[in-house]
């Protein structure tokens, strides 16, 4: 057997699957949200559903921000209260409730692993919110207005559900 140098079509054959294995592993990491400065503990993560399409776990974001969650188990209903401001929703349910005003949702929640998740958007209407997501750096900010300064918007591109 005698040795033969690697041709030019292998080598870029090479590169070219080095370079899809290496974006998979850059496009694979977990997300960070990062509510208020300090980055929020999940035991779901969040889900991309396109560039523009973020669901977060509603309990976790809720308590981020000081809300609590109730579940009403016969209904499914899973009602987040924060201050003087209550949203009511179910999963699979696009019809929702703002302080008892009609709201419709662009994007049913839907439920990972016993959690429900809701758009990136509901949030920020449900709680007067700032919300970005920025893809590249795979990290969501959600800002309180008057606590902590915003993010860069160079970077950063508003998030629609």
């Known amino acids: 057997m005698t040795y033969r140098p690697p041709t030019f079509k292998l080598a870029i054959l090479t590169a070219t699957i080095a370079l899809l294995i290496s974006a998979g592993i850059v496009v694979s990491r977990p997300i960070d ?3 208020d400065g300090v980055r929020m503990e999940s035991d779901v993560p969040p ?3 396109g560039p523009q399409s973020v669901f977060v776990p509603l309990r976790s974001i809720a308590e981020a921000l000081g809300a609590r969650a109730i579940v009403e188990p016969k209904s499914n209903i899973v009602v987040i ?17 703002l ?3 009609p709201m419709t949702l662009e994007r049913a929640p839907f439920s990972v692993r016993g959690r429900i998740m ?12 700032r919300v970005s997501y920025d893809p590249i750096a795979g990290r969501i900010d959600v800002m309180t207005p008057g606590v902590g300064e915003a993010p860069p918007t160079s970077t950063l591109t508003s998030e629609t559900q």
């Open 118 to 129: 809701v758009g990136l958007r509901t949030i920020s209407r449900a709680f007067g919110v």
């Open 47 to 49: 889900v991309t559903t």
């Open 99 to 101: 302080d008892g005003m």
């Open 81 to 97: 209260v924060r201050g003087s401001d209550a949203l009511k929703l179910r999963a699979g349910d696009v019809h929702a409730t």
């Open 33 to 35: 949200v990062v509510v």
